[in-house]
């Protein structure tokens, strides 16, 4: 990225700095002249720029903390950037689990009183009656020439001279410590979620980044097997829809037992621990002996490559019933995963799997239970329809890889940075 690594004009005098820095502190306070004589280092040639993105659930495996680490991937040559965890992960986890190359990464780890022990970081307990715990962050956030928010944790108010909005789904409606609005540049993930910024928060504009997939096969095809698949992380509260996966899978089987035949269910997925609804799941299918469900907890990725890459068919549920907006899926790396290496995938007809999945070309989506059960019947009886449309599928997933959002990534950043280095004495910073 050589926009980064270019150096600007030459940077006003130290004495000038100086005195620029103590003006803006009278005027704008220590934040701003702490921030412009950063500015006037990397200007000067003196440092990198240094760089934060902050994840508050960095230490549990998904999809957005895969958004914000393979980001941090594509920036880590011309920028000097940190983690920011609250609770024990390394680098050496974050490579393992998304098979990327974080080596010139650090990571800051800041424990929160308001959310003690194993408890999970839930912003929802915060209210206008307790102080923002999330403040710690917004303070550490001055440190850096820029900060990114991959949390899209409205509550922490950006201090650094760059600050962007990373928002993979505007979860909270405005609160009493509502600070979205207050990043110059926002990056949404999807289509979907675009719209419900700008429905709940009031806020257009941004740069649209799909997120990166990267699970294509490096080898040959593998030949598929018998196994629906579904990878989806185990929430708390059900929103991904396991359970409803097993129960349609029972019914799949009671009314065609010619057709499903042989076919197993496979649910793979991350879990904090404990994870009561983790452990109803188990409890339903100790109770239903002889179901061929297999769940797949906390697995390794070579793991997880070789499920794909067996898999003939691809469930994703999520939205189905729902009416909170929130929990429809807003993009759905997974059924991206799943479509680089050849599955057929039947989702839910909502959210952001719309943008990935065309209908009846690179896969199916449905809108009831009943058409699901169509559509998957459709998909098991017919081996012919599943390579035809696995073979779209592998196609259309491609649009969505690695190489494309780092492209993106570097593109956005080094501009930024570039702008940043020259013009050390302009002021405040913006």
């Known amino acids: 990225m050589t926009k980064a690594a270019t150096a600007?004009?030459?940077?006003?005098s130290p004495a000038a700095i100086a005195r620029d820095a103590a003006a803006l502190a009278q005027r704008s306070g220590p934040q701003a002249a702490y921030s412009l004589?950063?500015?006037?280092e990397v200007a000067?040639?003196?440092?990198?720029?240094?760089?934060?993105?902050?994840?508050?659930?960095?230490?549990?495996?998904?999809?957005?903390?895969k958004y914000g680490c393979t980001m941090a991937e594509a920036l880590q040559d011309d920028f000097d950037v940190t983690l920011i965890a609250h609770r024990p992960v390394t680098t050496a986890d974050l490579m393992a689990w998304y098979d990327?190359?974080?080596?010139?990464?650090?990571?800051?780890?800041?424990?929160?009183?308001?959310?003690?022990?194993?408890?999970?970081?839930?912003?929802d307990r915060v209210s206008e009656r307790s102080e923002n715990p999330f403040f710690a962050v917004s303070r550490e956030s001055g440190n850096y020439d820029f900060f990114v928010n991959n949390s899209m944790l409205e509550m922490v108010y950006p201090l650094a001279a760059?600050?962007?909005?990373?928002?993979?789904?505007?979860?909270r409606p405005k609160g009493p410590y509502f600070y979205a609005d207050r990043y110059p540049h926002l990056i949404y993930n999807s289509r979907y979620t675009a719209g419900w910024i700008q429905k709940k928060w009031g806020i257009a504009g941004g740069r649209h980044i799909y997120p990166p997939v990267d699970m294509e096969p490096s080898g040959a095809a593998a030949p598929?097997?018998?196994?629906?698949?579904?990878?989806?992380?185990?929430?708390?509260?059900?929103?991904?829809?396991?359970?409803?996966?097993?129960?349609?899978?029972?019914r799949l089987l009671a009314r065609e037992p010619q057709a499903t035949r042989g076919w197993k269910l496979v649910l793979c997925g991350g879990s904090a621990s404990p994870n009561p609804y983790l452990e109803r799941l188990r409890a339903d299918l100790a109770s239903r002996p002889g179901l061929p469900v297999e769940l797949r907890v906390n697995i390794a990725l070579d793991e997880l490559r070789r499920l794909y890459a067996r898999a003939a068919v691809f469930w994703h549920f999520?939205?189905?019933g729902q009416s909170n907006p929130a929990n429809v899926e807003h993009f759905g790396m997974s059924t991206v995963e799943a479509m680089q290496n050849g599955c057929l995938p039947i989702v839910f007809d909502g959210g952001g799997q719309r943008e990935i999945v065309e209908e009846g070309v690179s896969g199916f989506r449905f809108s009831s239970a009943a058409q699901l059960l169509e559509r998957t019947l459709l998909a098991l009886r017919e081996p012919g329809l599943r390579q035809r449309l696995g073979a779209q599928a592998r196609r259309r997933g491609t649009e969505f890889s690695r190489a494309v959002f780092t492209e993106k990534v570097r593109d956005l950043l080094g501009g930024l940075a570039a702008d940043y280095a020259a013009r050390p004495g302009a002021g405040a910073p913006g």
């Open 8 to 12: 600007g004009p030459a940077p006003s």
């Open 37 to 40: 004589l950063l500015r006037a």
């Open 44 to 65: 000067a040639g003196w440092r990198k720029p240094s760089l934060a993105i902050y994840d508050h659930t960095l230490h549990l495996i998904g999809g957005g903390e």
């Open 100 to 123: 990327l190359d974080l080596s010139r990464c650090r990571i800051k780890i800041m424990p929160l009183s308001f959310f003690p022990g194993d408890e999970a970081i839930n912003p």
């Open 162 to 171: 760059v600050s962007l909005f990373v928002c993979h789904f505007p979860e």
């Open 224 to 250: 598929k097997e018998n196994i629906i698949l579904s990878v989806a992380r185990f929430e708390s509260g059900g929103s991904k829809q396991q359970a409803e996966m097993v129960a349609a899978f029972a």
């Open 318 to 320: 999520c939205g189905l």
